[in-house]
């Protein structure tokens, strides 16, 4: 298989679990504080990766040069997640996973700022098309709420911690000195455990954690090792091997996965108006990966 296409599988598999965090994601935001519930989830990601990266021997003390590098990338991705949990505590996960379909049109403008990545014109449409099935499923299918400019308070917290992962994404490329993916994630990782549990001391010491309902550690784990784990290394891969505007097309895919989450816990599809914008990120996507 070549780069190219493992990396858009990587992004395939990618989309997929991430949509898992906004479904279970909205079941647990309200039951613990975002910090406390990351802060975690980033330790017990850490372990797993760095376990991984001791037993195929990938660790070395070049790997570790300018640690600065992994601090500076946990800043932006710890802010994406905390921001992201903050948001699902009154952001459907349906419309939350829409604002994260944002993240290609950010990212592509970052990706240029960093790494003078520039747009195809159908790239450029397809951002376009993706960017408005966003709005509309963001605004419920609401034209009156478009018009009056109407968005959620926790659509507009997590748009914020989308705007830190379309920075992080260029990022990694261009502060990567070529070490590996897993042995990059441990490093982003790591950091950005240390920086969650600074961060969050008080949360995590104010938490009953005995007493907490099955879900959240149901979502911490699941997040831990499906959502922080496993993508850290699939968004790690994909962005040595594609631009960043393509790796963050996959985004568009996450929408659809939700609904089918959704559906799998108990819960009903969004309505067909809703449906219509969903469509549009799918074509979105399409349009990108005819550019490959």
Not at 263 to 272: I, S
Request: proline share 4%.
């Amino acid at each position: 298989m070549s780069g190219a296409r493992a990396g858009h599988l990587a992004m395939l598999v990618f989309s997929m679990l991430v949509a898992g965090s906004f479904a279970l994601g909205a079941l647990a935001a309200n039951e613990i504080a975002p910090s406390a519930l990351n802060a975690v989830r980033f330790w017990i990601a850490t372990m797993i990766i760095g376990a991984v990266a001791v037993a195929s021997s990938q660790v070395s003390r070049r790997a570790f040069d300018a640690p600065w590098r992994y601090g500076l990338l946990a800043v932006f991705f710890t802010t994406y997640f905390v921001l992201m949990f903050e948001g699902l505590k009154t952001a459907p996960p349906v419309s939350a996973a829409a604002v994260f379909t944002l993240t290609p049109i950010l990212t592509a403008g970052v990706g240029w700022l960093l790494l003078r990545q520039v747009l195809t014109p159908r790239m450029a449409l397809a951002l376009v098309i993706g960017a408005l099935g966003a709005l509309w499923v963001i605004f419920r299918a609401d034209f009156a709420a478009i018009l009056r400019f109407e968005v959620g308070r926790g659509e507009f917290i997590y748009f914020w911690g989308c705007v830190a992962h379309a920075v992080y994404t260029p990022l990694v490329r261009k502060l990567n000195r070529g070490e590996t993916a897993v042995v990059f994630s441990f490093g982003v990782l790591l950091a950005g455990s240390l920086l969650l549990t600074l961060w969050g001391w008080t949360d995590l010491i104010a938490t009953d954690w005995a007493s907490l309902p099955g879900i959240v550690w149901i979502t911490i784990f699941y997040t831990a090792v499906f959502a922080s784990a496993a993508t850290f290394v699939l968004l790690q891969f994909a962005t040595l091997r594609l631009p960043s505007s393509k790796v963050m097309a996959y985004t568009y895919l996450t929408p659809s996965w939700v609904i089918l989450w959704e559906m799998a816990l108990g819960g009903t599809p969004p309505p067909m108006l809703v449906l219509v914008g969903i469509m549009l990120t799918v074509i979105a996507l399409v349009l990108l990966l005819r550019d490959a």
